[in-house]
Every structure is written in C-alpha cells, then in structure tokens.
C-alpha cells in the first residue's frame, strides 16, 4: 500500500560511429528506496525487475553514477566501461560521471572499453 522505492527507464536514442541510424537505450536514470526501506533486499528485487525489462524491450542501457556506487552496480551485473565521445554521441546527457552499461549489443561492444 505504500511506495518503499521507484525506478525510471528513459528511452533515449544515441549516435554510433558507422552507423547510418540512430540507435534507441533506455537510460537508467533513477532508483530510489526509502531509508527505512534499505538493507531489506528490495534494491536486488527492484534492479532485477529493470533487467528483465532491459532485456525484453531488447535494448541496451547506460547508467551513470558517482565513482562510490560503481561497486553497487558491478555485483548486480552491471560494468564499468569507457566511451570515446567520437564514437557514441549521447544526447541531451553530459557525461561527467561512472558510466555503468547492461545487455550492450555486439556493435557497441567493438567501440567501448571495459573496466
């Protein structure tokens, strides 16, 4: 009855190199638990639940976060990776942060760097 935690997925399109069309992400781009709500296991429920949503809409997903919650995002199967701002552009998002990729096509693969 009461709303302990929320996520957002934002659909968002990028520009990658030697590829004529745009190509569509979902941004993770928010995921809350209340304080009182932390530690109970619900963040794995609710991250879960994104992944599976990740997958089916068959897109990738970008995230980006302070350098202290990579670790977070790395046991929940997420990793680390490193864009040339040649290769991708992202619109509409600076990126000055982690970014953190999940279910990343094989185009994207050839032009990222994983940490």
Do not use: H
């Amino acid at each position: 009855k009461n709303l302990v935690g929320y996520t957002t997925l934002r659909k968002k399109t990028c520009k990658i190199k030697n590829l004529s069309k745009k190509t569509k992400y979902l941004l993770f781009d928010t995921f809350i638990i209340k304080k009182n709500y932390q530690g109970k296991k619900l963040s794995n429920l609710l991250m879960d639940f994104n992944k599976i949503i990740i997958k089916q809409t068959d897109n990738f997903s970008i995230l980006l976060c302070e350098k202290t919650l990579s670790k977070y995002y790395k046991k929940r199967g997420w990793y680390e990776i490193k864009i040339e701002k040649e290769d991708i552009k992202f619109s509409n998002i600076l990126i000055k942060s982690k970014i953190m990729a999940y279910n990343t096509p094989p185009i994207l693969k050839k032009l990222i760097t994983l940490k």
